[in-house]
Structure formats: structure tokens, C-alpha cells
């Protein structure tokens, strides 16, 4: 088919389309494209703007997408909100196919609509809708001189252009909406990765948990199995946390998962991801927590929690750095670190068939012991200092101070509850305010008992016969040189010397240190 224009030229209708498609699709930007189709358009007929628009019913406004005209004074994309009267309009009136706007189409368009758009209603307009598989995507208008009409062959031409411009428009929603999404990955990661470097910082690093995380500067460069020991609530995971921050795997992803807050017929699948038809429900594949943590750190917390199955699984993965996904047959490497913790005596768990030998001594590598907060009462004033400023800012308050008769409840408490309970009272406080000053008078301290029971340690008889009293230094000494005898140098553990004596390992080191009193490889 030729069209001629005017008299000035002869178009063909197949190198129209071939042209108006090259330009189209000439660049990733939809601005230059649209730039570069409205070069083109100008030496077939009249024209002085083309605008590709969306309609969204949801925002009440048309969203012009990508905008060319000889006029750059206008924003290349804009959204303009509409009256309620344009959408019953448009559902009784809008074109299902390329139309020439005419005098008898603009009476029936809305006044507030016209008032909108003064300039372009002085014009000749042709409106293109845009569908893409019976999809309505959006609309190409053009727009040219007032004492210029177009016809119908001009309408012919851009009705055979209708599916470039469609793909075009698609892809360039599309791509704007991988951009946001891009963008808001790029700012959780930020904000992730800043959440990670505050938790670096560890409360009580030079105090109640010295030792402790002397043991995490030790460990964290390398890549070993790591076991956090602990009660519930003494901060495992910042102990985790710590680990991973200090290692060489920091800027890796640093995975959480409570064993125990999984159910035994999810734990699987959740680790170790799995394959689309591998049970009901499985419509697509999904990477497992493992997967996730590739080139970084797995923390498992409660990992006394693991059915048997998920236990022999996670010991293919220390042994080989390989997973399986449910339901697949392919062997996929992994490169994590892995970190454990747990509140319960998995030895005694081994003993009772209730968690595997072999899985016990691959973890059971590095032991690390958290001692309860009730064994470092030094750190509570930091850790109240800490929690009073964070719970004040989630709740939107001040900070108050804290009355000397506060602190001393605090100190005077037995914290079963650890770290956690602390903070939980603290937020508990805040609520109930507002203070002059914090008494916490919601913590009684547990009634201390009228006689500690006392273990009975015998003098030596040189003692005895000179009649001379030893002093407590070494009766303590004697007493820990006795168990540790009866224990055969164990000091934690099971049937270890800190179990015997009812103390923190960590404490029980710290005084064999003092009294100068051998133990492994240290004095």
C-alpha cells in the first residue's frame, strides 16, 4: 500500500513500519526513542508531539509516560490527576481502536478535561490505543498544528505501528519497575548491612564477657563449625552476630534460623529449599536457607530443635559443603560458615538417642560458653544505658534517668530470665511512665536464703596439729585442685569440675588462672 502526503512524497506502507520500528526500538531510554520516532514522524505528515500515556483508574491520573515534542519546555514524563466525570467519560466513550479526535468527539469530552489541556484541544489529535495480547496497556497520542487535519491515511500508517509502540511501552514499565525494585534491594542491604555493623559492638566486651569474646577474636578469622553455649536469652545470636562481623566473610549474608520455630515438616524445605512438584503445593522451585547464605554465614539457633532427618542432612553439609534441595537429585555446593547455639545439654540429648554422636562432635569443635547475666552483674548499667535509649526512640520519648535506688534493684535481681528479661523490663517501665525519675520498683529481688549450704572441705593435718587456720585463697585452691583431680582435668562439660562446683567455666578458668593451678595446656 502507498500513501502520499500531500503531494510531497510517495510513503510506502511497509517502509513506514520497518522505519517507525527501527526507531522504536533504537535505544533502552524510551525518551530517545521517542525523540528519534518524532524525527521520523515530521517528514511524513505534520505533527509537533507524541506522548505515550497509561490511564490508572487506582490513582485517578494519567501518567504520561514518555513525551517528544518540538516544544522542551514540558516534562518528558508527568502525572496529571483527573476529575471523577473524565472516568465515567472514558468508560462510555474511550476508542477501541485508533480514532481522529473530531469536533463532534471534543463536545462530548468533559469541560474540566478540556480546561486541563488547553493547547492540545486547539490542535488536530489522533489517539492510538495501545493493547498487547488483548491487554489494554495504554494510549499514543499525536498531536499537530490546529489548521492541519490528519486523515485517514494517516491514521492507517500509525494503526500499523500500534504493536512496536505496545512492546515499547511494555518494556519500559517493565524496566522501570526492575529499577524500583533494584533500588529498594540495593536500600534493605544498606540498611541490613548498617543493622550488622551497630550489632558488631558487643555490651560487656570488657567486662562480664571479656573471656567470651576473647574467644570470638580468636575464632572469627577462621572458617570452623562454631558452638554457642548458653541459657535462653543471654545474647547468643549478638554473639553470633559478632562472629560473622569479624570474620572475612563480613560482607557475605549473614542468615538467622530458629530450629525451634519451624515446624519438623517444614525444617527441610526451608533449609535446604526444594523443587518444583516435590510435594503439594511446591508450584515453583525455592532456595533454602542454606542456598541464601552461600559466600557468608549461617547462624542456627536452637539447633537441639532438628528433627533426626534435618540432623543427618546438616551433617552432609559440614562434611561435604553440599545440599540437595526436597525433591531434587542435584548436588549443590555451598560456601558458609556455619554457627550453632543452643540452651540444651546436648550430651545428655547424645546419651539419650534424641540427637545424633557424630553431628554432636562436628559441632561440639570450638564450644563457646555464654555466661547468664546473673554471673555479670557489671554489665547491667551499659546494657540499662543501651535499652533506655533504643526502647525511648522505638516509642517515641526521652530518655529518663534512673534513680541510684534503681540501679540497685537492678543489681540486687537474679535475672533468670537474662539479657532479654532486662529488656523487656526496661520497655515494660517505659510504657508505664511517665518518670521523674525510673525506680523499677517492679522488680523484687528473690529472698535470699538464711544459710547458703556450704560444701565441707577438710583441713590438712599439718593444719590440724599446728592449730592454724588456712586462709580462703587456699582452701579454694585445695578444693579446685580436688575436683579437678576426681575429674581427671575436665573442667566444662559433663561430669566436668565447673559442673561439680555449680560455676561458669569461664569463672572457674579465671580463678584456676589466680591460684596459678594447672589445666590443659595452659597455667
Known amino acids: 500500500m502507498v500513501f502520499r502526503k500531500r503531494g510531497l512524497m510517495i510513503i510506502d506502507s511497509n517502509t513506514f513500519f520497518k522505519k517507525m520500528t527501527l526507531n522504536i526500538c533504537s535505544s533502552l531510554d524510551l525518551n530517545v526513542a521517542m525523540r528519534r520516532s518524532l524525527d521520523y514522524l515530521r517528514e511524513v505528515f505534520p505533527v509537533d508531539e507524541i506522548s505515550m500515556n497509561i490511564l490508572d483508574s487506582r490513582l485517578g491520573a494519567i501518567r504520561i509516560v514518555s513525551r517528544a515534542a518540538l516544544d522542551d519546555s514540558r516534562p518528558a514524563s508527568e502525572l496529571v490527576t483527573l476529575p471523577d466525570d473524565f472516568w465515567q467519560w472514558f468508560k462510555e466513550q474511550a476508542p477501541s481502536g485508533p480514532i481522529i479526535v473530531t469536533e463532534e468527539v471534543r463536545r462530548t469530552i468533559p469541560p474540566h478535561f478540556k480546561e486541563m489541556f488547553p493547547h492540545q484541544h486547539e490542535a488536530s489529535e489522533m489517539v492510538i490505543p495501545l493493547n498487547l495480547e488483548n491487554v489494554k496497556i495504554g494510549v499514543l497520542i499525536l498531536f499537530a498544528p490546529g489548521d ?35 533500588d529498594t534491594l540495593i536500600d534493605d542491604k544498606d540498611f541490613l548491612q548498617k543493622e550488622l555493623i551497630l550489632s558488631d559492638r558487643v555490651i560487656g566486651e570488657q567486662s562480664g564477657l571479656k573471656t567470651v569474646m576473647d574467644q570470638v577474636n580468636q575464632v572469627a578469622p577462621l572458617n570452623n563449625t562454631v558452638l554457642i553455649l548458653g541459657e535462653t536469652g543471654v545474647g547468643k545470636e549478638v554473639i553470633a552476630n559478632a562472629i560473622h562481623q569479624r570474620s572475612h566473610r563480613r560482607n ?46 549461617i547462624f542456627l539457633d536452637e539447633v537441639g530443635e532438628l528433627s533426626q532427618n534435618a540432623q543427618v542432612r546438616l551433617l552432609r553439609v559440614l562434611a561435604n559443603h553440599e545440599i540437595e534441595r526436597v525433591g531434587g537429585n542435584k548436588v549443590i555446593p555451598v560456601d558458609i560458615r556455619v554457627i550453632t547455639a543452643t540452651h540444651r545439654n546436648l550430651a545428655k540429648m547424645v546419651a539419650e538417642g534424641r540427637f545424633r554422636e557424630d553431628l554432636w562432635f562436628r559441632l561440639n569443635v570450638f564450644p563457646l560458653v555464654v555466661p547468664p547475666l546473673r554471673e555479670r552483674k557489671d554489665d547491667i548499667p551499659a546494657l540499662l544505658n543501651y535499652f533506655l535509649n533504643m526502647k525511648s526512640r522505638e516509642l517515641g520519648i526521652s530518655p529518663p534517668t534512673v534513680s541510684p535506688k534503681g540501679i540497685n534493684r537492678l543489681m540486687s ?87 561439680i562446683l555449680k560455676i561458669n567455666p569461664n569463672t572457674l578458668r579465671s580463678r584456676m588462672d589466680k591460684y596459678k593451678i594447672n589445666y590443659g595446656g595452659r597455667k
Open 413 to 499: 535481681y537474679s535475672w533468670p530470665g537474662n539479657v532479654r528479661e532486662l529488656e523487656n523490663v526496661i520497655e515494660r517501665e517505659l510504657i508505664r511512665g511517665p518518670y521523674s525519675e525510673m525506680t523499677f520498683e517492679s522488680v523484687v529481688p528473690a529472698p535470699q536464703p538464711t544459710q547458703a549450704p556450704v560444701r565441707i572441705i577438710q583441713e590438712s593435718s599439718s593444719a590440724r596439729e599446728t592449730g592454724e587456720l588456712a586462709s580462703l585463697d587456699e582452701v579454694m585452691k585445695k578444693h579446685i585442685q580436688r575436683v579437678l583431680k576426681t575429674t581427671g582435668g575436665k573442667v566444662n562439660g559433663p561430669g566436668g569440675a565447673a559442673e
Open 252 to 297: 557475605g549474608p549473614f542468615i538467622k534460623v530458629n530450629c525451634g520455630a519451624i515446624s519438623d515438616n517444614l525444617i527441610d524445605s526451608e533449609l535446604f529449599g526444594y523443587e518444583k512438584g516435590a510435594f503439594t503445593g511446591a508450584t515453583s522451585q525455592k532456595r533454602g536457607r542454606f542456598e541464601r547464605a552461600n559466600g557468608g554465614t
Open 148 to 182: 492541519v487535519a490528519y486523515t485517514k491515511e494517516h491514521l492507517d500508517l500509525m494503526a500499523s505501528v500500534v504493536e512496536p509502540f505496545a512492546i515499547a511501552l511494555s518494556n519500559a514499565i517493565a524496566y522501570q519497575e526492575l529499577i524500583r525494585y533494584r
